[in-house]
């Protein structure tokens, strides 16, 4: 059997990277809604080491970490690339995936962090945009890609659109529009865009999910 | 003498363990290259316009172009030298494999034995018991995912998984020295000890090790800045 199964939870960033690159290569999938309080036996089966979602299962067999997931899905389906096919411009694409991977840990930190604390992640948050707006691959196109949406676009619509939901329910600033516009060009370009524009959850719901999961961290780091 | 073309420069230090992965996979690879030996507290003009955005090394220098991150150098040279062994596997399934199982050692494993190195008491004894706590989760996949014994085992030569083991713990007796703790236990992580041992003894992996003593006095001073600046 060789369908592709995605276990994901809808506000997840990293699920929905792999939900992108799956409706843009109009790879057919299932989709398993995983609650986090209570992980299904096969998501802990497929993901031992971490437990976590997203998972894609494809002809029985589990593949983990959504960037991981997005190459697979690049070298098991070839349309619609999302990479190029040179070689150095492949290495400089993924130069950029990996840079956003290591320093949007931030962005994920300053959500679950308060004041003083809160402090280093917002700046360290803010410098990452600020190499990207600098020295982001295809400056002057419409997408990382260039004329298209490829892998670096993914990992960075992962963090940017979730940045602004982090601001909104935590209260600090980490996007400096003035200061970045090519960056908010770039997101009006990727939000836009036909299949990311069908598959973006309601920043609205985000919030909702996000301000009751913020608390529940918050609280439990002060009780220690 | 064309110029650029075909010229390959890997800006490094073998005292860098990302460095030297680049140098294993050049060596693998059959790729004869310039190693242009940087002072890290001293860097080159040239490693500084090749690599803006972080100022590390190793950078690759290929027909001029730079490229950056040793992983992401592993792959552009599996990619774009297609003769002599395959650094990554042929498979898409097999090379997702790889992919996390690099992922996991270089991000956790790497940030949990930095901790060691940077820290000591308490902290350190706490962060000492996360490696070993990574390690097991490490010997379990590698037991799920190469069911035959390691990569290395299964395969003619060294591919990237075996570079970042290698690079990881290869130098655990350094480690032990400069540390006094042991990271890899014969008993705890049989698959990972007999893996790196095996993987130490290949002539490409000595011919990029550095001399016990040098990389002794790295370890230790590279110990030793961070305990200041985490005092300080």
Known sequence: MDGVKLHGVWASPFSTRVIWALKLKGIPFDYVEEDLSNKSASLLRYNPVHKKIPVLVHGGRPVCESMVIVEYLEEAWPQFPLLPSDPHERAVARFWVKFIEDKSLNVWIAGRSAGEEQEKPMRDSSEMLAILEEHGPNKGKKFFGGDSINIVDIAFGGVAYWMRVIEEVSGGKMFDAAKLPRLNAWMANFESSPVIAKNLPDRGKLRDYFVPVRAKILSSSTSK | ?232
């Open chain 2, 1 to 232: 003498m064309a110029g650029e073309e075909n010229r390959v420069v890997l800006h490094g230090t073998r005292v860098s363990l990302y460095s030297a992965r680049v140098e294993l996979a050049l060596k693998v690879k059959g790729i004869e290259y310039e190693l242009v030996e940087e002072d890290l507290m001293n860097k080159s003009e040239a490693l500084l316009r090749f690599n803006p955005v972080h100022k590390k090394v190793p950078v690759l220098v290929h027909n001029g172009k730079p490229i950056a991150e040793s992983l992401v150098i592993i792959e552009y040279i599996d990619e774009n030298w297609k003769e002599g062994p395959r650094l990554l596997p042929q498979d898409p399934y097999e090379r997702a494999k790889v992919r996390f199982w690099a992922g996991f050692l270089h991000q956790q494993l790497f940030e949990a034995t930095a901790s060691v190195i940077k820290t000591d008491g308490e902290s350190q004894e706490r962060a000492v018991k996360e490696v070993h706590e990574k390690l097991k989760m490490l010997e379990e996949g590698i037991k799920g995912s190469y069911p035959g014994g390691s990569p290395f085992v299964n395969g003619d030569n060294m591919g990237l998984l075996d570079i970042v083991v290698c690079s990881l713990f290869g130098p655990h007796k350094v480690q032990e020295e400069v540390l006094g703790v042991k990271f890899l236990d014969p008993e705890k992580h049989p698959r990972v000890t007999s893996w790196v041992k095996a993987l130490n003894e290949l002539p490409l992996v000595k011919e990029v090790t550095p001399p016990h003593e040098k990389l002794v006095g790295a370890l230790q001073c590279f110990r030793n800045r961070a305990l200041e600046s985490a005092a300080a």
